[in-house]
């Protein structure tokens, strides 16, 4: 059957499953529009190429197949890239699609021209110009095989016009039915081999390709052994927090006590993260280039292994897959590591002790209702910003699948991952932090929310700045006050005029309230929170900032 580029796109996404894209519409690539027509295939048509993005990035995390992006050349491909980056250092699958000029014009700088090669290849995994309309099958199996194969991430296609609304006879191309991949007896006995004899090991978990059963199999790795587990930035779903074996996350702001434990234990068994610069503190922690301890890594791309760290073993698997043997592997008779387990939960429940902020509305209190009171699948986003800390030092995490935050540290990312939660999880409560600055980079997405039935709550947390770069700001150059202030809109009555519910909560004793009425409302709903200008950060005051700065 001859079919034209757009059809034959589309019915390769069929195949793969696809069951929603995200997209701003384009000229270039109106031909995949009429394949999506009537191919049962939700389009969340966005209002900005960025937000798309980081939509079909969040998609991905929480279905763990790729998410999929629709945009339109030039412009619409540069709007997306913060999404693609988000994608890229978050190890998200994801599958973009991106319209192109036609192939006549090509070099001649035509309209919103750009080389896609040479554009984006550096920013994800592959990046390929589909330039004959009968390689579409092919060149689409290999895009979704690329983004979840090893160490998963984004793959973007360039779509020239005239391919795409091009009529091609093709055969389709089905994904190839999954593979058994045996883990070797030998990897299990090297690893163990490894940890067996040390006196002070510490469980790092992170990375890409997780599920319920490998956060089950973890905790049980745990217990058997009696290990510390820590998890790498933004992966703190990982672990049940109330387990007795979960220590902590290595993140920005991360407790004190756990980076000394890091900086000191002598067997590190990193899971599935890559242990880069943020869980190590800028590689303060441990150093590359002396490293001063055994490090096992087991990592789903063999490349990874040994790019920074020496690895004793390396271990080319994905995590989940080593724990399913790891959870009911026989622990060694020597030596005990139940002291050293114990003082390190120690360190994290004092860590998570509230520390009291100035103000009517205190988020540490905030953040605490909601640990106390959302139901356990509910699902947390957040983007970047002080705020933030609040979040990860205070919230207790308690299944897999309701964290998605960007460990890239991209702003503006929590409200399109909330969006894409509350559409792939209607039934379950979807909660969004953001910072005032946060929120203001990504809020026009309150009509997609609208338009398509998702219906996350926002609660803004307001402190009229930027608060980390104030914070970095006032330690650096005390009083200096340059770029970080912020004229805001009444963030309640904007929900209002995109038809959500909004409302200003002034004390915090008003907050349990306004929750509850959010909830009801069945609609996107803002609770703007407004913080005391000195409420800076979970460890300092603005005048405690400045002070330590000014005391340099």
């Known amino acids: 059957m001859t079919r034209h580029g757009g059809q034959i796109l589309v019915d390769q996404l069929v195949l793969q499953g696809v069951e929603r894209v995200f997209s701003v519409p384009g000229e270039s690539f109106l031909a995949a529009l009429d394949g ?4 049962g295939i939700a389009n969340i048509v966005c209002r900005h190429e960025g937000a798309a993005a980081m939509m079909a990035e969040a998609h991905g995390k929480l279905t ?25 250092q978050d190890s998200t699958p994801m599958v973009a699609f991106v319209g192109q000029i036609a192939r006549g014009h090509r070099d001649r700088e035509a309209f919103q021209e750009v080389d896609y090669r040479a554009f984006m290849g550096p920013l994800v995994k592959w990046a390929a110009e589909v330039e004959d309309t009968a390689r579409l099958p092919e060149y689409i199996a290999r895009a979704f095989h690329v983004a979840m194969s090893g160490r998963r991430g984004p793959v973007v296609l360039a779509l020239p016009e ?17 593979g058994p991949s045996p883990i070797a007896a030998p990897q299990v006995d090297a690893l163990l081999a490894a940890l067996d004899g040390a006196a002070r090991p510490l469980v790092v978990a992170g990375g890409p390709g997780w599920s319920s059963q490998a956060s089950a199999d973890l905790a049980r790795f745990a217990e058997r052994f009696d290990l510390p587990v820590a998890v790498s930035f933004r992966r703190q779903d990982y672990m049940d927090n109330r387990h007795p074996n979960y220590v902590g996350d290595l ?32 590689y303060s922690l441990i150093d590359p280039a002396a490293q001063g301890r055994r490090i096992v890594h087991v990592h789903p791309d063999p490349d990874e292994l040994g790019h920074v760290w020496r690895a004793d073993p390396g271990i080319a698997l994905p995590a989940p897959q ?22 390190a939960r120690a360190d994290y429940e004092a860590w998570g002790e509230p520390r009291e902020t100035p103000g009517a509305v205190k988020m540490e209190q ?40 960007p460990t890239s540290g991209s702003m503006g990312y929590g409200f399109p991952a909330a969006i894409a939660a509350s559409l792939a999880h209607p039934g379950r409560t979807v909660v969004c932090l953001a910072g005032d600055g946060c929120f203001q980079m990504t809020l026009n997405e309150m009509s997609t929310a609208i338009q398509h039935g998702a219906a996350p709550i926002v609660i803004v947390a307001n402190n009229g700045r930027y608060g980390t ?18 004229a805001n809109p009444d963030f309640a009555a904007l929900a209002r005029a995109y038809g959500g519910h909004g409302e200003v909560v002034a004390d915090g004793a008003g907050f349990a309230d306004a929750f509850a009425r959010a909830a ?9 929170l407004r913080l005391d200008p000195e409420a800076l950060s979970t460890g300092q005051t603005l005048s405690e900032t400045r002070a330590a700065g000014e005391g340099r």
């Open 251 to 282: 993140g920005v702001g991360m407790n004190p006590a756990l980076a000394r434990r890091l900086g000191t234990a002598d067997r590190v068994i990193a899971l599935g993260t890559r242990l880069g610069d943020i869980a190590t503190a800028g």
């Open 36 to 39: 999506l027509y009537d191919a």
């Open 322 to 343: 080593m724990l399913t043997v790891l959870a009911h592997a026989r622990p060694p008779g020597h030596p005990s590591w139940g002291a050293w387990t114990r003082d």
């Open 64 to 88: 763990g197949r790729p998410g999929v992006l629709f945009v339109t050349r030039g412009p619409g491909a540069a709007n997306a890239a913060s999404g693609l980056h988000v994608a890229r």
């Open 520 to 528: 009801a409302a069945g609609v996107p709903a803002v609770i703007e």
């Open 162 to 178: 005239d391919m795409l609304s091009a009529h091609a006879e093709v055969r389709d191309i089905a994904p190839p039915p999954a």
């Open 366 to 405: 905030v953040i605490s209702w909601l640990d106390n009171t959302l139901p356990e699948d509910a699902i947390l986003t957040n983007g970047a910003g002080n705020y933030a800390a609040f979040l990860h030092r205070y919230f207790r995490f308690k299944r897999f699948g309701t964290q998605l935050a």
């Open 469 to 486: 770069i104030r914070m970095h700001q006032e330690r650096s150059y005390p009083g200096r006050v340059s770029g970080t202030d912020l």
